[in-house]
């Protein structure tokens, strides 16, 4: 195991630069999930800190050695793709043990780490299939149990999960998690996907368009987002945003919308009145009420376990999620409360959280 520096990093492909300074320190046993939409540059900082492109500028150190110039074999990693990259002739046991063997250790230690990270994955019954013999879980533990015989100081994931039914993807997810905590060794995972950056990380890294957002613990990050995007970005369903004027007169400090809704917040920051605000609530902390923002509900989505209504204030769309099961339907007009203790303020002209 080893911590992972990376530092002021930059990457430019001829006059276009992808990554603008990114800086991102990473604990020594640490699960780090790389989050971000796609182009925001989460994959190339991965295929550079495993050695597959080269680095402009800064540098990437993994434990005390700095490797921007070292060969990926020699820099104690190991990588699980998107698409297993198996070798289609080898069997799960020839291809979970090919390294060590271009390593020329001898077979008895080939099996012995085999047969260990066989058992770690459930895949003993496996072992002499090919990789067409297996479902697409299977060759994705087979990918991982490549990574683990070579025993490495870093692992590194590159949307390990995309290829994968939404079931499958949240047993896969479950596995990860179980493998790291059992082996502990310091984990580099990349992915679009907020539900698995949430689920899986010790600490996320929200990217875009090159630069890194925010650095935090999951839950900090979903209570305490930095800025409009990290807000709209880290959620499902996604914080829903209202543009508006801060209205501060004595008491109970509100934020005005365009249609006249009235919004209420538990503070406002000062020297503050008439300032254009966005206005940030989540899905869950919106409550039906006989009074409030009045809105047109759009859609219905009931799930079972709650129920996702769409509505309309103005030419705005918002969510809310309630677990009680209302009856209403498209085309009514509902009252909707927001709780003034987790709403969130960001300048309209910058996003930034206030």
Same mark, same amino acid.
């Given at each position: 195991m080893a911590s992972v520096q990376i530092h002021d990093v930059r990457k430019?492909?001829?006059? %276009?630069?992808? +990554?603008?300074? &990114?800086t991102v320190p990473i604990e020594d046993g640490a699960f780090v999930v790389l989050v971000g939409p796609s182009g925001?540059?989460?994959?190339? @900082? @991965?295929r550079m800190l495993a050695g597959l492109e080269k680095i402009t500028s800064g540098t990437i150190s993994i434990g005390d050695r700095v490797v921007?110039? &070292?060969?990926?074999k020699e820099r104690d990693i190991a990588m699980v793709f998107q698409n297993y990259a198996l070798y289609p002739h080898m069997t799960v046991a020839q291809?979970?043990? %090919?390294? +060590?063997?271009?390593?020329? *250790?001898?077979q008895k230690t080939i099996d012995d780490k085999v047969n260990r990270a066989a058992d770690i994955l459930d895949l003993c019954k496996l072992l002499e299939r090919f990789p067409r013999q297996l479902s697409g879980g299977q060759r994705q533990r087979v990918a991982m149990g490549r990574a683990i015989v070579r025993d490495p100081q870093v692992f590194l994931f590159d949307e390990p999960l995309s290829n994968l039914d939404a079931k499958l993807r949240v047993a896969m997810r479950t596995e990860i998690k179980e493998l790291h905590q059992r082996l502990k060794t310091t984990t580099v995972y990349v992915t679009h996907d907020q539900i698995e950056a949430m689920t899986m990380a010790d600490k996320i890294v929200v990217m875009q368009d090159g630069i890194v957002e925010q650095i935090g613990a999951p839950l900090d990050l979903y209570d305490n987002p930095a800025n409009k995007f990290v807000a709209g970005f880290i959620g499902s369903p996604a914080m829903n945003f209202l543009d508006g004027t801060l209205e501060v007169n004595g008491g109970q400090p509100w934020v005005e919308t365009a249609n006249? *809704?009235?919004l209420p917040i538990a503070v406002a920051p000062a020297?503050?009145?008439g300032r254009p605000i966005t206005y940030g609530i989540r899905p869950e902390h919106l409550d039906f009420a006989d009074s409030g923002i009045e809105a047109e509900v759009v859609v219905v989505e009931p799930t079972g376990s709650e129920t996702q209504i769409v509505a309309r204030v103005g030419t705005q769309e918002l969510i809310a999620v309630f677990r009680e099961r209302h009856q209403v339907q498209p085309g009514d007009t509902i009252h909707l409360q927001p709780r003034p203790q987790v709403a969130h303020l960001f300048d309209k002209e910058t996003g930034q959280r206030l």
């Open positions: 430019s492909f001829g006059g %276009f630069e992808v +990554l603008h300074g &990114v925001c540059g989460k994959s190339t @900082l @991965l921007n110039d &070292v060969q990926p291809n979970m043990g %090919f390294s +060590l063997k271009l390593r020329g *250790a001898d006249g *809704a009235r020297n503050s009145n």
